[in-house]
């Protein structure tokens, strides 16, 4: 009897506990539907209609809303204009990436694909320079890709569609 009244207690108070954070997190976040604790707002999609969902929660909410996706709170931009104002006129505010957490244990932020941040801008700095220092984008590269197209495409009229074995 004890022991299910301590439980009962106990499950109150990290429910309790889970609604004052996600309430707390909630502050610095667009306005969205109320999640439910754990699950968050996955109960209200639609699963096999999610745009659809979107534009009702849009209709409700604006084009700018919090969804919960199970304790991860995702803003979402819905609409052309809403994504046309956070990319261009915010785009440092949107430029970060989100984390796997499987793949941090092996990556150590280090890659172009799966960093963020200042990491993530030294690295494309640098593989953009490499490629340059290649030659993309230059001229030059570019045409000498095409006279190998035009040489290929030369020696492959030439055998008129036959299969010729050395």
Same mark, same amino acid.
């Given at each position: 009897m004890v022991l299910g009244v301590f439980l009962g207690l106990l499950? +109150? /108070?990290l429910l309790l506990l889970s609604l004052w954070r996600q309430n707390s997190q909630r502050r610095n976040l667009p306005p969205g539907p109320t999640p439910l604790p754990i699950i968050g707002n996955i109960l209200q999609l639609d699963l096999k209609d999610i745009s659809k969902s979107l534009k009702n929660f849009s209709k409700v909410y604006g084009p700018?809303? +919090?969804?919960?996706?199970g304790r991860n709170p995702a803003v979402v931009l819905h609409g052309y204009e809403a994504v046309k104002e956070a990319l %261009?006129? &915010?785009? !440092? !505010?949107f430029a970060g990436r989100g984390t796997f957490p499987v793949f941090d244990k092996f990556k150590k932020n280090s890659g172009v694909v799966f960093s963020s941040g200042r990491t993530w801008k030294e690295? #494309? #700095?640098f593989s953009l320079m490499t490629l340059r220092n290649f030659g993309m984008g230059r001229r030059s590269i570019e045409d000498r890709v095409q006279e190998e197209a035009r040489c290929l495409v030369d020696e492959l009229r030439k055998t008129?569609?036959? /299969? &010729?074995? %050395?």
């Open positions: 499950l +109150t /108070c700018v809303f +919090t969804l919960y996706l %261009s006129d &915010h785009g !440092e !505010e690295m #494309r #700095r008129k569609g036959g /299969c &010729h074995s %050395s």
